[in-house]
């Protein structure tokens, strides 16, 4: 079976550069930003955002600009546009159906949990059935109330404590935060007791990946229901 990947970009949104003369013919008020997504498609279904680039145009002149071509003068306001402009929701289309897809599958766990033991649920989330004792520490350590507040307002360097069934956690770091998506950096130092981040938080940031993963909130919120989530902040 063939699979059809590539990268595309849509338009954000072009912003005037007010008060800023051309460099190149030199007629104020002409120029403007034009800020697009981009984004890795598969099938020509936008998968995951890429980020946002920009260029500069004149309309007097049409001389175009490539982000990395920007003058100084130009510079500042074209990267404040940028940073400001929302990534159009299309970019999320397929992180948006694998999140109705977890969550349908998070609503029929829930409703088959009415009718068995807890120790049934939690091997639904983890894949395997805890002892009795792991189940224990497990609900123990993680408090859902608790969470909330952090998960309405996530911050930059929050880290989330993901609970494996062999009884250690697997850590991700809050790299960046939009107001319908939180960008993770997992790391490969994986803890055996949560009282273990104040210790060796070294290890955790120096053995982060560079890849940002985008979790919705949606997604974030129906995990910390589990009760197996843990979210600690300095």
Not at 94 to 114: E, K, P, Q, W, Y
Not at 122 to 141: D, F, H, I, K
């Amino acid at each position: 079976m063939l699979f059809f990947f590539g990268t595309g970009t849509s338009l954000i949104g072009s912003y005037p550069l007010r008060g800023i003369a051309c460099q190149h013919c030199g007629t104020s008020n002409t120029v403007a930003a034009t800020i697009y997504s981009r984004y890795l498609h598969l099938f020509w279904v936008p998968l995951i955002p890429l980020g946002k680039t920009s260029l500069s145009e004149c309309a007097h002149c049409q001389q175009v600009l490539r982000e990395a071509q920007l003058p100084p003068a130009y510079r500042e306001p074209v990267m404040a546009y940028k940073q400001n402009a929302r990534l159009p929701v299309s970019n999320y289309l397929a992180l948006s159906i694998i999140a109705i897809g977890f969550l349908a599958l998070m609503l029929v766990g829930t409703l088959r949990g009415n009718r068995q033991p807890v120790g049934r649920q939690l091997a639904n989330v983890v894949g395997t059935a805890p002892s009795a004792s792991a189940m224990r520490e497990a609900m123990a350590a993680a408090d859902p109330a608790a969470n909330e507040p952090l998960l309405a307002a996530p911050q930059v360097a929050d880290l989330y404590a993901m609970r494996n069934p062999d009884h250690h956690y697997s850590i991700m770091r809050v790299a960046r935060v939009v107001p319908d998506t939180v960008y993770m950096q997992t790391s490969t130092h994986r803890l055996t007791e949560l009282s273990d981040v104040d210790t060796q938080q070294g290890l955790i940031e120096k053995n982060l990946n560079a890849f940002l993963i985008p979790m919705p909130r949606a997604n974030l919120v129906a995990l910390n229901q589990t009760k197996l989530l843990t979210i600690v902040r300095k």
